[in-house]
């Protein structure tokens, strides 16, 4: 059974910085996933991509009001997926849920919507308070 466990959320400052985790069980990295994905969701708005990643690490999507601010990253060795999120503003809070695509796609292709992906976790809440 592929269970994916985010941890890392807090209260931080604006300005300030967080690593958001994303361990996956059930399911080797390296051999099965397809794609990695951090998505967000803030009360009373829908859920959005915030950062994907290719199977292969080699392309990454990153949503706009995310760029340059916050970086996607995988350790396939530990089966873990990894968000660091700096230069934090208000605006970024909302529940973080990693998710993971087994389906067959390119290993170049970084998921960028919901439906693509398979696996999801059950959140993490990063709250930077205005």
């Known amino acids: 059974q592929v269970q994916l466990v985010e941890s890392g959320g807090g209260l931080v400052q604006a300005g300030g910085s967080l690593r958001l985790s994303c361990v996956a069980s059930?399911?080797?990295?390296?051999?099965?996933?397809?794609?990695w994905g951090w998505f967000r969701q803030a009360p009373g708005k829908e859920r959005e991509l915030v950062a994907a990643?290719?199977?292969?690490?080699?392309?990454?999507y990153y949503g706009d009001s995310v760029k340059g601010r916050f970086t996607i990253s995988r350790d396939n060795a530990k089966n873990t997926l990894y968000l660091q999120m700096n230069s934090l503003k208000p605006e970024d809070t909302a529940v973080y849920y990693c998710?993971?695509?087994?389906?067959?796609?390119?290993?170049?292709?970084?998921?960028?919507?919901?439906?693509?992906?398979?696996?999801w976790g059950q959140g993490t809440q990063v709250t930077v308070p205005s």
């Open positions: 998710a993971s695509r087994t389906r067959y796609s390119s290993t170049y292709y970084a998921p960028t919507s919901s439906p693509e992906y398979d696996y």
């Open positions: 059930g399911l080797k990295f390296s051999t099965y996933a397809m794609g």
């Open positions: 990643i290719s199977r292969n690490g080699g392309s990454t």
